[in-house]
């Protein structure tokens, strides 16, 4: 029996069951490009919502499987900072796993401003974009990129996702071989070694926020008496 929860493990064992059961896995590009193999596909992308750094941990669990997806990140985000040193190379790393990285826009930026600057920091063009908060934002308006939910791929496709850490068709496991073309969105931060409830996520996400300012202020506070040391002597 299939025990549905949102571990790595968990993970792993259906997407491997969706290419045991002929699913080629593309990610979003890949359909506007044309790259959509016959058969069985699985669109596969992540929008990165609350931690770059769990979002890397499951780019590189899908790297191991030898699968690529597209990851969405936010430039304006109150739970992450995407210039700093640590998500910079997060980001980045992600991008050298293989995997397509994109912009998750929220409607009361700068769309143009903000495709410029992710393409500056990524070194490459943006060519997707999916919206932050979909149901609050009519599809009609339109961009110079394709949107993830495009209507017409969410006519071809079957669109599932585990917003708010809840299936609401079910968990993406038990739709395997009941639909060809599968689109499949996930959020990292839900899924990790143990199966932790919503309120469980968050905390520890703000515990790691909470934590790395900690040690920012450590290393820092150390510095500067090492600098005051030498110039002063004792402090």
């Not at 149901?135 to 496709?157: G, H, M, Q, V, W």
């Not at 499949?184 to 919503?198: A, C, E, P, R, Y």
Request: hydrophobic share 35%; charged share 25%; proline share 2%.
């Amino acid at each position: 029996m299939v025990i549905c929860e949102f571990t790595y493990k968990h993970y792993t064992e259906t997407i491997n069951e969706y290419i045991k059961s002929g699913y080629s896995i593309i990610n979003v590009s890949d359909y506007f490009e044309g790259r959509v193999p016959q058969g069985k596909v699985m669109i596969l992308r992540h929008d990165i919502d609350y931690s770059i750094m769990e979002a890397v941990k499951m780019a590189s669990i899908e790297n191991s499987m030898g699968i690529k997806s597209t990851y969405y990140v936010m430039l304006h985000n109150h739970y992450y900072n995407i210039l700093t040193p640590m998500n910079l190379h997060g980001i980045l790393k992600i991008q050298q796993l293989g995997h397509e990285v994109s912009l998750h826009f929220e409607s009361k930026s700068d769309f143009d401003r903000d495709v410029k600057i992710l393409n500056e920091i990524l070194g490459v063009q943006t060519k997707t974009y999916s919206w932050h908060s979909p149901t609050c934002i009519p599809e009609k308006i339109k961009r110079n990129l394709p949107s993830a939910y495009d209507e017409k791929l969410l006519n071809e496709f079957k669109y599932i996702s585990e917003s708010c850490h809840r299936w609401r068709e079910g968990c993406f496991c038990n739709w395997i071989n009941k639909k060809d073309r599968m689109y499949v969105l996930t959020h990292s931060l839900w899924w990790g070694n143990k199966d932790l409830d919503f309120k469980q996520l968050l905390g520890k996400t703000v515990a790691d926020m909470t934590f790395g300012i900690e040690e920012f202020y450590e290393v820092n506070l150390q510095k500067i008496n090492i600098y005051l040391k030498e110039l002063y002597g004792a402090v």
